[in-house]
């Protein structure tokens, strides 16, 4: 079945280290997103992609990073520097990035030692 | 990009129709409205979206009223499956970037037996 994988489910990160949140997409969809989601609230936006190779800022990237390489894959970084990062982490797909539906993962919760 | 305004929480009966409004007063000529639900600890899952017209799908019936400042989002015969948060989002025109859409707190839709 078509879809968004995300893995893993769960990941723990101890101080200092960096960590890395998988997002893979068979749709054939250009452009692909993460959010972050913190308990009560709603999503915010860390970064987008519309095209391989070329990924913007959303409202929260710092102690993020991304990459792009291939059409299907978005994997996300959590750094050192992100000093809060429990949260539940959200991927997203949609066709070209413009006005359409988008298409979400079932996330990873991210949980510091 | 516009925002919304929608009710903390709700409840609904079982069986009954579930109706849960959203303000959009800010809104463009050619910003849609979107609908999502999210069920407790996985990604949110697409519902309906309406540009001026009323809009049903299998899901749902999206109501926009005349001078677009509103919607209601009717679920007509609410399951104990409907229990959700939902998304009511104002979406930028194509080609501005979808992943900058604002993902507000939502509605908590309780539906009781």
């Known amino acids: 079945d078509g879809g968004i994988t995300q893995s893993p489910k769960y990941l723990f990160r101890k101080e200092g280290q960096n960590v890395t949140l998988s997002c893979e997409q068979n749709?054939?969809?250009?452009?692909m997103y993460w959010y972050r989601q913190d308990p009560g609230q709603g999503l915010r936006l860390i970064y987008y992609?519309?095209?391989?190779?070329?990924?913007q800022k959303g409202d929260i990237a710092e102690g993020y990073s991304v990459s792009r390489e291939k059409k299907e894959s978005f994997p996300l970084t959590v750094t050192s520097a992100q000093k809060n990062p429990t949260a539940f982490y959200l991927c997203?797909?949609?066709?070209?990035?413009?006005?359409?539906?988008?298409?979400f993962g079932s996330g990873t919760q991210l949980s510091v030692l | 990009d516009a925002k919304t305004t929608q009710p903390t929480s709700m409840d609904c009966a079982e069986g009954r129709a579930a109706n849960l409004p959203c303000n959009h007063s800010?809104?463009?000529?050619?910003?849609?409205v979107y609908w999502y639900r999210q069920i407790h600890s996985q990604g949110p899952q697409y519902i309906i979206h309406?540009?001026?017209n009323n809009e049903t799908n299998e899901m749902a019936s999206l109501i926009i009223t005349e001078d677009r400042k509103s919607s209601t989002l009717i679920l007509p015969h609410a399951t104990l499956r409907d229990t959700a948060v939902y998304y009511c989002?104002?979406?930028?025109?194509?080609?501005?970037?979808?992943?900058?859409?604002?993902f507000g707190k939502g509605t908590k839709l309780s539906v009781k037996p």
């Open positions: 997203a797909s949609s066709p070209r990035g413009g006005n359409e539906k988008l298409f």
């Open positions: 989002i104002v979406s930028p025109p194509y080609g501005g970037s979808q992943g900058n859409l604002i």
């Open positions: 800010t809104i463009s000529g050619n910003e849609y």
């Open positions: 309406g540009l001026k």
């Open positions: 749709l054939n969809h250009d452009a």
């Open positions: 992609s519309q095209i391989v190779n070329d990924f």
